[in-house]
């Protein structure tokens, strides 16, 4: 129904930024809510951030509040990920996802997102 394509990891210094992009194709207007996971090596995959295509509507996870800050432009079927002030602890691959809900961002969980893209790496350095 949709393809996610994730872009913009890299290698950066703690303290630094970085911008994750995340280009949608296909059926992109059966999925209103995008959403930003990740996972460290040797840990779970969790969740950092979710959008709406429709009102852009945001929910983070309390670990990236204030440093992170998801945005969509809708024109462009884009979806980014602009991550500030990072910490050792941020370096993870990153994915995009996309669930086909209006629930409310809060309730959603993992298995909520069912097309996912490849991932991006993105690693903190001291």
């Known amino acids: 129904q949709v393809q996610l394509v994730e872009s913009g990891g890299g290698l950066v210094q703690a303290g630094g930024s970085l911008r994750l992009s995340c280009t949608a194709s296909?059926?992109?207007?059966?999925?209103?809510?995008m959403g930003w996971f990740r996972q460290a090596p040797g840990k779970e995959r969790e969740f950092v951030a979710a959008?709406?295509?429709?009102?852009?509507?945001?929910y983070y996870h309390d670990s990236v509040k204030g440093r992170f800050t998801i945005s969509r432009d809708n024109a462009k079927t884009t979806v980014y990920l602009q991550m500030n002030s990072l910490k050792l602890e941020d370096t993870a691959v990153y994915y995009c996802?996309?669930?086909?809900?209006?629930?409310?961002?809060?309730?959603?969980?993992?298995?909520?997102?069912?097309?996912w893209g490849q991932g991006t790496q993105v690693t903190v350095s001291s």
């Open positions: 996802a996309a669930a086909n809900t209006f629930r409310a961002l809060q309730s959603l969980k993992e298995y909520d997102f069912g097309s």
């Open positions: 296909g059926r992109t207007f059966s999925s209103d809510a």
């Open positions: 959008i709406r295509w429709s009102g852009g509507i945001t």
